[in-house]
C-alpha cells in the first residue's frame, strides 16, 4: 500500500462493554452469533463514501472545516485516487466490508461526458484493486443527479429534455461502474426529482418523464446483465421543496403506477422517514407490506433543527426498533446498513470518523442484541398475535377469506350484540420494551 492516511489509529477491535478506550467496539463483535448469526452478517455495514471520505462539512454559514488529506492535491483524477486508497484503508481499520458512492463522489465531474467518464474509469481501477486487495465490496453504487447545476430544475423531472438525456446517459455509466465493481445494488434517491413550485410545473408530466427513466434504467440493466438490486429512497424535500418520492408509501404507489414494482425496492433512510412526519419503523413496516424493504440508510436527524442533519445513529431505542422489524423480516438480502451520517463541523479531524461509526455500530449491536431478548421472551409479539386473534377463526377468518359481505356482517351483528373488546395496554407493553434496554 502506498501512503497510509490514518496511521496513528490501530484497527479497531472488540474489547467488550467494560473497555475504557474509545478506539474499540464495546459491544459489536462481528463474530458473535445472535439469533443464529454473526453480527457482521446481520449488519452489512457500510460507510457513505460521499460523506466519511468527501464531505468538508460546510454547512449554509460556513465553510467547511474538516482536515482530508487524502483530498488535497492539485491534480483532480490524482488526488480522487488517492481519496479510494484513503477509504479503504479506513473501512480496513473500522472493520466495515461495504460502501456506497455516487459517481461523482469517487471520481470529479469533466468539462464533457466523455472526459467524466474516463474519470470516473481512471478512479474505478483504483477501486477494483482496492477491493481485490481487501474483500471490501460495493453494496450499492448511484449517480449524483442533483450537484451540478445543469440539474437546478430536475434530471429525468428536468423541463429540459437535454437534461432528461444527460442525466441518463449518467446513470447509464453509474451501472456499468457499479457492475463491474460487482456492487450488489443501485439506488436511486430522487435529489431534485420534485419541485419548487407548482405555480411553474407540470407534475404529471414530470412524473411520467420519472417513469420514462427508470424504465430505461431497468431496461439497460437486462442489457448489461447486472444482477443487483434496484433501490428507491424516499425523502420529502431537501434540496426540494417537494419531492416526487416523498415517503415509503409514495414511492410503492409510483412504482405500481409505472409497473415497476417488480424492479424496485426500497431504501428506507431514518431521517428521511422523521422529515416526513413519521417514524423510521412506520417507513420499515410501509416498504416490509409491500415486500419491498431492501436496504437501510441508517442516520438520524435532531428534531430541534429539523434539517436532513445526517447524524450518526447512537439512540438504542431507535436502533432497537429498526432491528425488530430486520429480524422479522429475516435480515438483508442484497441490502446492508449504510452510514449515510457525517460527523459535526465541530469534530474536524480524521480520528472523529473512528468514533462516529464506532459509535453507530455500537448502537446497532446492542440494538440487535436487546431486540432478539425482546423476540425471545416472546411476550410482545404474543400480545399482538392476541389482539388479532379474533380473525383466526368465525367471523374474522370469513373476512380475511373474502368469503362474507354486508349481509352477512349484518346477521352476525344483529346476533351478537356489542362487541367486546380489550384494553390496547400500550404503558404496559412501553414498560416491558423498557425492561429490556
Ligand atoms: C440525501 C441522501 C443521499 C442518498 C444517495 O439525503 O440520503 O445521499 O442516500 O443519493
Ligand atoms: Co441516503
Given at each position: 500500500m502506498s501512503q497510509e492516511y490514518f496511521s496513528d489509529i490501530p484497527k479497531i477491535a472488540y474489547e467488550g462493554p467494560d473497555s475504557k478506550n474509545p478506539l474499540s467496539f464495546r459491544h459489536y463483535n462481528p463474530e458473535e452469533v445472535v439469533g443464529g448469526k454473526s453480527m457482521r452478517e446481520h449488519f452489512r455495514f457500510s460507510i457513505a463514501y460521499w460523506h466519511a471520505m468527501k464531505n468538508t462539512l460546510a454547512d449554509p454559514f460556513g465553510v467547511g472545516t474538516a482536515i482530508r488529506p487524502w483530498n488535497e492535491g492539485s491534480d483532480p483524477v490524482e488526488a480522487a485516487k488517492n481519496c479510494a486508497r484513503a477509504a479503504f484503508e479506513f473501512m480496513d481499520k473500522l472493520g466495515v466490508d461495504y460502501y456506497c458512492f455516487h459517481d461523482r463522489d469517487v471520481a470529479?465531474?469533466?468539462?464533457?461526458?466523455?472526459?467524466?467518464?474516463?474519470?470516473?474509469?481512471?478512479?474505478?481501477?483504483?477501486?477494483?484493486?482496492?477491493?481485490?486487495?481487501?474483500?471490501?465490496?460495493?453494496?450499492?453504487?448511484?449517480?449524483?443527479?442533483?450537484?451540478?447545476?445543469?440539474?437546478?430544475?430536475?434530471?429525468?423531472?428536468?423541463?429540459?429534455?437535454?437534461?432528461?438525456?444527460?442525466?441518463?446517459?449518467?446513470?447509464?455509466?453509474?451501472?456499468?461502474?457499479?457492475?463491474?465493481?460487482?456492487?450488489?445494488?443501485?439506488?436511486?434517491?430522487?435529489?431534485?426529482?420534485?419541485?419548487?413550485?407548482?405555480?411553474?410545473?407540470?407534475?404529471k408530466r414530470e412524473l411520467d418523464h420519472l417513469g420514462r427513466m427508470l424504465h430505461m434504467a431497468v431496461d439497460w440493466k437486462k442489457e448489461i446483465g447486472f444482477t443487483g438490486q434496484f433501490y428507491i429512497e424516499p425523502k420529502p424535500r431537501e434540496p426540494s421543496t417537494h419531492q416526487y418520492d416523498s415517503d415509503a408509501a409514495a414511492c410503492l404507489n409510483f412504482l405500481r403506477e409505472y409497473d415497476l414494482l417488480d424492479h424496485f425496492k426500497l431504501n428506507i433512510e431514518t431521517n428521511h422517514a422523521t422529515l416526513a412526519g413519521h417514524t423510521v419503523q412506520h417507513d420499515l413496516e410501509v416498504a416490509m407490506g409491500a415486500n419491498a424493504l431492501g436496504s437501510i440508510d441508517a442516520n438520524t436527524g435532531d428534531t430541534l433543527i429539523g434539517w436532513d442533519t445526517d447524524q450518526f445513529p447512537t439512540d438504542i431505542y431507535m436502533t432497537t426498533e429498526i432491528m425488530l422489524r430486520l429480524l422479522k423480516m429475516g435480515g438483508f438480502t442484497t441490502g446492508?446498513?449504510?452510514?449515510?451520517?457525517?460527523?459535526?463541523?465541530?469534530?474536524?479531524?480524521?480520528?472523529?470518523?473512528?468514533?462516529?461509526?464506532?459509535?453507530?455500530?455500537?448502537?446497532?449491536?446492542?440494538?440487535?442484541?436487546?431486540?432478539?431478548?425482546?423476540?425471545?421472551?416472546?411476550?410482545?409479539?404474543?400480545?399482538?398475535?392476541?389482539?388479532?386473534?379474533?380473525?383466526?377463526?368465525?367471523?374474522?377468518?370469513?373476512?380475511?377469506?373474502?368469503?362474507?359481505?354486508?349481509?352477512?356482517?349484518?346477521?352476525?351483528t344483529l346476533a351478537n350484540g356489542e362487541p367486546s373488546i380489550k384494553s390496547g395496554r400500550q404503558e404496559m407493553l412501553e414498560n416491558l420494551v423498557n425492561d429490556f434496554i
Open positions: 470529479p465531474e469533466g468539462a464533457t461526458l466523455a472526459e467524466s467518464n474516463a474519470n470516473l474509469d481512471a478512479v474505478a481501477d483504483v477501486l477494483e484493486a482496492e477491493q481485490a486487495r481487501t474483500g471490501k465490496k460495493l453494496l450499492w453504487g448511484t449517480a449524483c443527479l442533483f450537484a451540478h447545476s445543469r440539474y437546478n430544475q430536475g434530471a429525468a423531472t428536468s423541463p429540459y429534455a437535454d437534461v432528461f438525456a444527460y442525466a441518463g446517459a449518467q446513470v447509464k455509466k453509474a451501472m456499468e461502474v457499479t457492475k463491474r465493481l460487482g456492487g450488489e445494488g443501485y439506488t436511486f434517491w430522487g435529489g431534485r426529482e420534485g419541485y419548487a413550485s407548482l405555480v411553474n410545473t407540470d407534475m446492508g446498513l449504510n452510514f449515510d451520517a457525517k460527523v459535526r463541523r465541530e469534530s474536524f479531524e480524521p480520528v472523529d470518523l473512528f468514533y462516529a461509526h464506532i459509535g453507530g455500530m455500537d448502537a446497532f449491536a446492542r440494538g440487535l442484541k436487546i431486540a432478539q431478548a425482546i423476540i425471545d421472551d416472546g411476550r410482545l409479539s404474543d400480545f399482538v398475535k392476541d389482539r388479532y386473534s379474533s380473525y383466526d377463526s368465525g367471523i374474522g377468518a370469513q373476512i380475511e377469506a373474502g368469503s362474507i359481505g354486508f349481509k352477512e356482517l349484518e346477521a352476525h
